[in-house]
């Protein structure tokens, strides 16, 4: 299997763990690394699709600004910044659904 090269990394790799899936795409991650930080390492800067359908980049890293929000493991809106990676988690970025595209019950 083929993995996306991380090459916006600061340091390099020490060591992959583990293959997580970014948009379809194999990538290798390290144990304690957050989805944010694997996206990142791959130079996507446009993560989410807020509630008004505007595509947003990560903004304080710490799960305060909520501008990082992506899919992973088909439920929508988790924090990338504060979610770490998991071996064979599917994440998918700028797909959220919008406040008028959920239910209430």
């Known amino acids: 299997m083929h993995c996306q090269e ?3 990394d600061i340091q390099p790799l020490a060591q992959a763990d583990m293959t997580v ?3 379809g795409q194999a990538v290798i991650a390290a144990i304690g690394e957050t989805v944010l930080s694997v996206i990142q390492s791959l130079g996507v800067r446009q993560i ?3 509630d ?3 595509i947003t980049g990560a903004y304080c890293g710490m ?3 909520q501008c990082c929000l992506v899919k992973i493991n088909g439920r929508h809106k988790r924090r990338a910044c504060q979610t770490v990676v998991r071996d064979g988690m599917q994440i998918e970025t ?3 659904r919008i406040t008028a595209q959920e239910v209430v019950v």
Do not use: K, L
């Open 6 to 8: 991380r090459t916006f």
């Open 21 to 23: 899936h970014i948009n």
């Open 48 to 50: 989410a699709r807020n």
């Open 52 to 54: 008004h359908d505007q």
């Open 63 to 65: 799960g305060v600004c």
């Open 94 to 96: 700028q797909v959220n």
